[in-house]
């Protein structure tokens, strides 16, 4: 199983989202049913590893909180490969993400070695962007630095199982973990 622990998001802010997909210049638009903020990505495991790394995130214990996205930006050098929504900086995003990671190592998995980037990806980019489109493309961004949705809650985190179609990923929940209010 091809699984990965993220944040779902709410519905008003997909629909913005999803809005803002709708001017893209280039690239391939994430689907909204797959927009969704990664904790951590696990990878390719036997049900039985899946279902230890279940029982370890059951035990995380965390505060519930909001998480605020803020501007847009690119992954890629040269050429970008994947554009995404920014997140703003947020202690306890990152400590529920370094919790996560623990529960990862705890059974055994190979953790996440790359630095913690939260973003929710938008589009990637399957081939390299032409400098027309590449222009258009800062030009959006221009155009929406000042992206800054209402903040969102946070009362829970999600495994998902990830399944790679010829269309597409499909996320499909394994299990749910509430956080609390203090």
Known sequence: MRIFIALDLPD???DQLT???AG?????????????????FAGDHPQEQVEALHDEL??????????QLSGLGTFGNSSPTLL????????????????????IRRTGLPAPKERFHPHV????????VDARELAH???????????????FPVTSFVLFQSTLHPQGAR???????????S
């Open 84 to 103: 995404y929504a920014g997140v703003a900086e947020n202690p306890a995003l990152a400590e529920l993400q370094r919790k996560v990671v623990s529960a």
């Open 121 to 128: 990806t938008l589009a990637r980019f399957h081939r390299a």
């Open 12 to 14: 008003p802010l997909l």
């Open 137 to 151: 493309l800062g030009e959006y961004l221009a155009m929406h630095e000042g992206f800054r949705p209402p903040a």
């Open 171 to 181: 996320h499909d929940e394994l299990a749910h973990y509430a956080l609390a209010w």
């Open 19 to 21: 809005a803002l997909q």
């Open 58 to 67: 059951s035990l995380i214990k965390a505060p519930a909180f909001e998480v």
């Open 24 to 40: 893209l210049p280039a690239g391939a638009p994430s689907k909204r049913e797959t927009l969704h903020l990664t904790l951590a």
